[in-house]
């Protein structure tokens, strides 16, 4: 799988298909979005939805729509059942989409198999603090041990387990609140208090944490991080100037960054983040169609000012289109059995859920 993430991040630029005909000239295209509107994902999709409008031939409308639910399975159990065959209906999912899976929630009606990847991006996650327990913070969590968080949390079988286990990894005692739609809700759970620590992604921490940064209160505690040519955890491109949480866990007495504990996290961590965000076409979609969006999204990442642009809005991370799109899902949705066993474990004994 590490060997896979690597090769993905080396290869991003692929060569586009040839394209058969395909004209959405007067067409309406809808990109659901399983989460609430206040979100990474819908930054995401909200970035990446006019390029796409522009790059498609016939300069389609391409209109963002929420349909949040169950931690992202509502909209994945219902984009399973759709069968459009005209491009005209396109789904972005998650690492909050993607765990369930991997985990084997009883409450996925959803195949990846089935769909066509056309593109993935990854992405970074920031945690960070209010301003009093910031105060604590020198770049161990060793002051904080005695102090009780609040997380407004989507689930601990999302996405959020992989801040969760971090935090516990780090001998934090961080109490979630579940049931949040979106990672937006939690951050606004932050700003009015309800929260004393929280994450997002990197696209919500650009368009809100970095502001509440500004304005003194919150203090960035750590990134994820990302993966170098050689699957070793290094600093996040878009935060090179805040540690990851392998160095706070390094310099953090009693955690560990070797053994089960933390070859799960990272397992989880290298699913969750190089390859999060995916956009798919429904099954039964034409070749010519899915040829079509591929080209049109190699046609954005090509663009002369893209680089720039998404470094602002979604962050310094790889894009994968076609063939490449595809790759990056099979790294997303596959993890190593050892790791399973250890998160489902964990599940149970630290928050009582049980997947059966």
Do not use: H
């Not at 090769?7 to 000239?25: K, M, N, R, S, Y």
């Not at 990272?266 to 899915?290: C, N, S, Y």
Request: glycine share 12%; hydrophobic share 40%; proline share 5%.
């Amino acid at each position: 799988m590490r060997n896979a993430v690597c090769g993905l991040v080396a290869t991003t630029a692929l060569t586009a298909p040839a394209v058969a005909e395909v004209d959405f000239a007067g067409k309406t295209i809808e990109w659901v979005i399983p989460f609430s509107e206040t979100g990474g994902s819908a930054k995401w999709a909200n970035f990446f939805a006019p390029l796409l409008a522009d790059a498609l031939p016939g300069k389609p409308t391409v209109v963002v729509k929420f349909m949040p639910g169950a931690g992202s399975t509502k909209g994945a159990n219902w984009f399973q059942k759709q069968k459009y065959d005209d491009g005209t209906l396109l789904f972005g999912s998650s690492g909050s989409t993607q765990f369930p899976y991997l985990l084997g929630d009883p409450r996925v009606r959803y195949e990846y198999k089935d769909w066509n990847a056309v593109m993935a991006s990854g992405t970074g996650g920031v945690a960070y603090l209010n301003a009093d327990d910031g105060a604590k913070f020198d770049g161990t969590a060793n002051a904080l041990k005695d102090t009780n968080f609040i997380y407004g949390s989507q689930g601990a079988t999302r996405l959020d387990l992989v801040p969760l286990l971090a935090w516990q990894m780090l001998g934090m005692k961080v109490e979630p609140v579940f049931g949040i739609k979106g990672r937006g809700d939690g951050r606004l759970m932050f700003e009015r208090g309800e929260a004393t620590i929280d994450y997002q992604t990197s696209s919500g921490y650009l368009k809100g944490g970095v502001d509440l940064v500004e304005q003194g209160k919150a203090v960035p505690m750590m990134t994820w991080g990302a993966l170098d040519a050689d699957g070793n955890i290094v600093r996040d491109p878009t935060f090179p100037d805040i540690a990851t949480f392998k160095e706070v866990c390094e310099a953090t007495d009693g955690c560990e960054t070797s053994g089960e504990a933390w070859d799960a996290w990272k397992a989880f961590f290298v699913a969750g983040f190089p390859v999060q965000k995916l956009a798919f076409l429904p099954a039964g979609t034409p070749q010519d169609v899915i040829d079509t969006y591929t080209a049109a999204f190699e046609a954005v990442v090509a663009d002369a000012d893209f680089a720039k642009i998404s470094s602002k809005r979604v962050g310094k991370y790889p894009v994968f289109t076609g063939e490449g799109a595809q790759t990056a899902l099979g790294t997303a949705t596959n993890v190593p059995a050892e790791a399973k066993t250890y998160v489902l474990n964990w599940l149970k004994e630290a928050y009582g859920v049980e997947l059966k």
